[in-house]
């Protein structure tokens, strides 16, 4: 799964990618969280990409601020929102800035519930998360087993292993090599 500008999604089986029957699998980023959230570039309501994105920050900003928390980067973002970015964010919960901790905080547990289809469906061993807002990972990355144990059955939330790519930005541009090399691999 890769968190980026939207969210983007492999799905593995057996050592093989798995592209499904017309060549979508994968698309874990229109996985719905909230039935009448707002629309993904798709047009559909309420996908993860929507909350847990760098895109999608903002709307989970809202979704703070709903709670009634205060902060200076929530005050910062209210004052100048369009020109907010994840590294502000990032930066804010670095200084301990409690709304920008609760963000990312919402950020995993919307994650955790969206991961949460994906084990239901395939009962991987493992989901690996990269992207630039992985960046972010000490902040957001603990909030998701609790949330998606919420919504699976404990003896498999307790054996999914939930890292952080060790690839970092090159992973796009391996895996599109990959292809090429494990040709083979991704027929159906
Ligand atoms: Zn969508």
Known sequence: MTLGSGIGGGVILQGKLWRGYLGSAGEI????VEPNGPFCG????????VFSS????????GR???EGVTSPFLSAFKERSPTVTPKDAYEAAKQD??????????????????????VNVLNPPAI????????????FAPSILPSLKRHTFPYVAERLK???AGLGEDAG??????LIFAKEACLP
């Open 29 to 32: 980023g229109h996985i719905p």
């Open 162 to 164: 939930i890292r952080k």
């Open 97 to 118: 800035d409690f709304g920008a901790r609760r963000l990312f905080e919402r950020f995993g547990e919307y994650l955790g519930i969206a991961l949460a289809s994906v």
């Open 54 to 61: 760098a895109v999608g920050l903002k709307n989970l900003i």
């Open 42 to 49: 798709g047009g559909h309501q309420g996908c993860i990409e």
């Open 173 to 178: 541009i391996l895996g599109a090599a990959s």
């Open 64 to 66: 703070v601020l709903d």
């Open 128 to 139: 690996v998360i990269g992207g630039n807002i992985a960046n972010a990972w000490e902040f």
